[in-house]
């Protein structure tokens, strides 16, 4: 099933309810310019990881971490996208890169979030670090967490900055909580195509991005 969100600028905004993989075959090789990602790490992840002892659950426990990407996820993404970044790119097989991205998340000692997560990328630069908070998103206006593996939109604007342009094409093939699209957005890019899979989690973003874009400024 694909469902397009509604009350966005669709000429730039495309947001699609269905299988990443079934939606990337109608698109010929190379249509976007980037590919920004982070599909599931197939770790099992604790879905409210952080919670505090006692604390009611906020996420519902789902399976979509069990099992990481299959090789033809990885061939169609680079099939159709020019460029790639992919969150968790330490866990899968992916081509020698010396352009890692990492994120610092300034994580308190004794919390048990891990200090940071890599991200791999297709392009010919050094590896860059980059400071973002993310334990209680301190200092960062996201409005909430509505996806537990959610990242910060100053994370994915910082992406944008650094390695993209405002005339190029971005997909973004597991788009969870919607920062990304947010980022996107902002940032003023040419156009942004987010799949996501679970209706639960389309609703999510496509709520957080209405109210999120109906702001004057987000930074």
Known sequence: MVKCLTGVDHQKNQFILGDCMEVMLSYPDNYFDLAIVDPPYGISINMNMGRRKGAEKVFVDKKWDESPPYEEYFAELFRVSRNQIIWGGN?????????????????????????????????????????????????????????????????????????????????????????????????????????????????????????????????
């Open 91 to 219: 866990y899968f097989p992916l081509p020698l890169t010396k352009s890692w991205i990492f994120w610092d998340k300034d994580v308190p000692l004794g919390v048990s979030f891990a200090d940071g997560e890599l991200a791999w990328t297709s392009f010919d630069k050094t590896l860059v670090k980059a400071n973002l908070p993310y334990s209680g998103f301190r200092g960062l206006d996201d409005g909430g967490k509505v996806h537990p593996t959610q990242k910060p939109v100053a994370l994915y604007r910082w992406l944008l900055e650094n390695y993209a342009t405002r005339t190029d094409k971005i997909i973004d093939t597991h788009l969870g909580s919607g920062s990304s699209a947010i980022a996107a957005h902002y940032y003023g890019v040419e156009e942004f195509v987010g799949i996501e899979i679970d209706e639960e989690y389309f609703n999510l973003a496509q709520d957080r991005f209405i109210k999120r874009t109906r702001q004057l400024k987000l930074f």
